[in-house]
């Protein structure tokens, strides 16, 4: 499905992007620059997010930090840097 009518970002490209580790973009602005383009008129930013949490949610009770890269692990960051709910993106 397209998330982006503006850049023609679909879903899928969404979760390609996404990979555990440091490098992981937590942002929609980062998936925009994974992806080589950035915002245009900024409606898909919360659809963006919500992939952006259900991915991590999805990943976060495989993936265990050890002590070494808690503090550099985007996995750890974007759980503890939740929005709370109803919060405008």
Known sequence: MIVCSCN?????QVRACLQPGPGCPRTPAQVYGCLG??????RCARTIR????KAMDEA???H??????EASCSLGSFQT?????????
Do not use: F, H, Q
């Open 8 to 12: 023609v970002l679909s879903d899928g």
């Open 37 to 42: 383009c950035s915002p245009k008129c900024g």
């Open 50 to 53: 919500s992939i952006l949490r």
């Open 60 to 62: 976060a009770p495989a």
């Open 64 to 69: 265990a930090c050890s002590s070494a890269c």
């Open 81 to 89: 840097t939740r929005e709370p709910e109803g919060v405008a993106a």
